[in-house]
Each structure stands twice: as structure tokens, then as C-alpha cells.
């Protein structure tokens, strides 16, 4: 054997390490249906109950509305000669005109005409969040199972075995985030006339960004723990704020202004806004290029940060 190849045996090339400890990962996750499906379930009943149940549009419908068989309109009868009758609007017409202003109001709050496909999208961005988040409890089991300290041992690169989790947590959310845009499609998801496959790359790429970051900075976190429950009241901490405090289920415009303060400095939004405009949305190009500046300096400094936190607690 060469001293060459004694080398590459003793210290393992970045690339080989990382792809089989991401392989381990997404093997493991694979083995887990259960998981999955459950992972899946939670976004689609909230799609399927709390979506379709808040019919916004609905409220504007003539069925919800009881209207009388005509209305007068004040004033109007000074516009014509004495001997003409008070114009009156008819309740047929009125239900018609309250109909399209409900759909123009619909249009211009959440800027399509059906709350389903602005939420459904939002849906996309919860599960993006709870699957990086989630993801990063294994190496709590690896800690426990004392497979991390058998890695620590090994000469595999310290830096793998953090991206390994980071990448595990960014591949489980674009998966899974396919699945949920797919079941909204067949739920009733409407995409804008300027939708076409090659947007599904932009959201791939808005995905992968914000779940790095959050990926980043709880694997740093989680890391030091040995006990599930630590991990899981960070999760539950800081998952609610995240979800209410964005674009997610209603437009930050509307919102109190110190909420709508937290909104943008919140990374969901600007996931949310991407994704929007890229599916549902006409494409804006301006709103495009800040959302991912946003979404790529997050991941930059959180990943930066959550690295060097984890890389020190491997390395001492």
C-alpha cells in the first residue's frame, strides 16, 4: 500500500464523510414511514379543515346576506323630473355588485380571490419550520445511543458531521414540502398565469435557504443536550411566534404595527412572500430579488453562528 493511500485511508476525504453520514440520516428517515405520514398529515388537515372551513370569500356571497326584493337609493329622485319614480336597485343587481366588490376585496387583502391558495402556501412554510427544527433532535438520540462520540473517534471531518444534519434537515423539508404544494394543488391551489415549472427551482432554492439557517442554529443548540425535552420546549418556544408573527395565515399589513415590527425582521415572511410570488402571485421580480437577499444573509450568519458553536463543542 502506497503512503498516499495510507493517507486518504487515515484522513477521509470532506466530501465521502459528509455523503455517508447524510446517507445515514435520510436512511434512517426512510426506514421511519411513520414519521413521515405524520409529518405530512399535520399540514394537510390543516389545509383540509382549518383552509377550506375559513371560506373569507364565503362572507361576501348574496346566500349569506339577506337582501330585500329592491332598494331605493337616497337621493336619487331629484336627479329626474317630479313625475318619475325613486330609482331603485334591485336586490338580483345588488347581490351581483356585492359579489364582485367581495372578490376585488379578496383580491386586493391577500392578493388572490380564495383564501385556500394563500394559506396552503403558507402551509409550506410551517412545515419547512418543523422539519429543520425537528430534524435536529437525532443527534440528541445520537448523544444518548453514544453514536456521535463513535464519530467524534472516527477521522471523519467535524464539519461533515454538522452538515450532515443540515443537509438531512434541508432534503426532508424540500421533499416534503413537494408533497404538501402537490396535495394543495389537488385540494384546489390556484397558480398564477406567470407560474411555470422552472419557479419550482426559486422555491426549492427559498426553502433550502431559511432551512439552513434554522437547521444551523438548532443543531448548535440541541448539540449540548442530552435530554429530548430541552429540544422540544425550544421547538414549541419559538415555532407559534414565527408562524403568527408572519405572512403565514394572514397579510402583515393588516397586523398591529409592533407585530408587523416582528414580521420583518421574521425569516417565515419573506419564505412565505417568495414562494407566494412564485406560485400564486404574478411574478415580481423587485420582491423576488429582497426576499432571497433576506432569506440568503439568514442563512449565512445563522449557519456561520450555529457552525462555529457545534464546531467547538466537537472539537474540545
Known amino acids: 500500500m502506497s503512503s498516499a493511500e495510507s493517507v486518504n ?39 383540509g379543515l382549518l383552509g377550506k372551513s375559513m371560506n373569507i370569500g364565503g362572507l361576501f356571497s348574496p346566500n349569506n346576506i339577506n337582501l330585500p326584493q329592491q332598494i331605493p337609493i337616497p337621493g336619487t329622485a331629484i336627479l329626474y323630473p317630479p313625475n318619475l319614480p325613486e330609482v331603485v336597485l334591485k336586490g338580483a343587481a345588488l ?8 372578490s376585488k376585496i379578496m383580491e386586493d387583502i391577500f392578493g388572490v380571490t380564495d383564501y385556500f391558495s394563500f394559506m ?5 412554510s410551517m412545515i419547512v419550520v418543523t422539519t429543520t427544527m425537528f430534524s435536529g433532535m437525532s443527534i440528541v438520540w445520537d448523544r444518548r445511543l453514544g453514536f456521535l462520540d463513535k464519530v ?8 461533515a458531521i454538522i452538515f450532515s444534519k443540515i443537509l438531512n434537515a434541508t432534503f426532508r423539508a424540500m421533499f416534503q414540502a413537494t408533497v404538501i ?34 437547521s444551523s442554529v438548532f443543531i448548535a443548540f440541541s448539540i449540548r443536550s442530552t435530554r429530548m425535552e430541552r429540544p422540544m420546549q425550544f421547538v414549541s418556544l419559538i415555532t407559534m411566534p414565527l408562524m403568527f408573527a408572519s ?70
Not at 347581490?95 to 367581495?102: K, P, Y
Not at 396552503?120 to 409550506?124: L, S
Not at 467524534?152 to 464539519?159: D, F, K
Request: charged share 10%.
Open 247 to 316: 405572512n403565514t395565515f394572514f397579510p402583515t399589513r393588516l397586523m398591529p404595527d409592533w407585530m408587523q415590527a416582528l414580521a420583518t425582521i421574521n425569516p417565515l415572511t419573506y419564505l412565505t412572500d417568495a414562494m407566494r410570488h412564485l406560485t400564486i402571485l404574478p411574478m415580481d421580480t423587485a420582491t423576488l430579488i429582497k426576499d432571497f437577499t433576506y432569506l440568503g444573509l439568514f442563512a449565512a450568519v445563522l449557519a456561520t453562528i450555529g457552525t462555529v458553536l457545534a464546531w467547538k463543542y466537537l472539537t474540545r
Open 9 to 47: 485511508e487515515c484522513h477521509p476525504s470532506f466530501v465521502r464523510g459528509l455523503w455517508a453520514l447524510t446517507h445515514r440520516e435520510l436512511k434512517k428517515w426512510l426506514n421511519d414511514p411513520v414519521m413521515l405520514v405524520m409529518f405530512v398529515l399535520q399540514p394537510l388537515i390543516w389545509m
Open 120 to 124: 396552503a402556501v403558507g402551509m409550506i
Open 152 to 159: 467524534i473517534s472516527t477521522p471523519v471531518s467535524r464539519a
Open 181 to 214: 404544494l402537490a396535495l394543495a394543488y389537488l385540494l384546489g391551489l390556484k397558480l398564477s398565469p406567470t407560474f411555470t415549472p422552472l419557479n419550482l427551482l426559486g422555491v426549492y432554492a427559498a426553502i433550502f435557504l431559511l432551512a439552513v439557517g434554522l
Open 95 to 102: 347581490s351581483q355588485m356585492i359579489a364582485q366588490m367581495g
